[in-house]
Nanobody, 127 residues
Framework: QVQLVESGGGLVQAGGSLRLSCAAS????????MGWFRQTPGEEREFVTA???????YYSDSVKGRFTISRDNAKNTVYLQMNTLKVEDPAGYYC?????????????????????WGQGTQVTVSS
């Protein structure tokens, strides 16, 4: 059973930066497509970014140019570097992984395609 544990959330001023981490255990991390999603209360879960097994990355338009996803297979960890945070970025950020997802953007952005999820980490941005 794969377990994903996020960390790194917190409070930051608008324009600031945070780096989220997602540590994986219980599976062959290098074989997993990994993604980050975010959700605010009362809203639907929103795709943020994903990284394929070979390191290809995809971003939502709302974060492109500000956020960067990366993975370290030796550490079984995926990272989300968030720069120039805006007041519309606060949410619970969730790490997701799947071994069999088709690595095309129309699949990667669909949360139900991922089998494994972390518990989430909260990001708050003050103006």
């Amino acid at each position: 059973q794969v377990q994903l544990v996020e960390s790194g959330g917190g409070l930051v001023q608008a324009g600031g930066s945070l780096r989220l981490s997602c540590a994986a255990s219980g599976g062959t991390f290098s074989s997993y497509v990994m993604g980050w999603f975010r959700q605010t209360p009362g809203e639907e879960r929103e795709f943020v970014t994903a990284i394929t097994r070979n390191g290809r990355t995809y971003y939502s338009d709302s974060v492109k140019g500000r956020f960067t996803i990366s993975r370290d297979n030796a550490k079984n960890t995926v990272y989300l570097q968030m720069n120039t945070l805006k007041v519309e970025d606060p949410a619970g950020y969730y790490c997701a992984g799947d071994q069999y997802i088709t690595p095309f953007i129309y699949m990667l952005r669909v949360g139900s395609e991922y089998d494994y999820w972390g518990q989430g980490t909260q990001v708050t941005v003050s103006s």
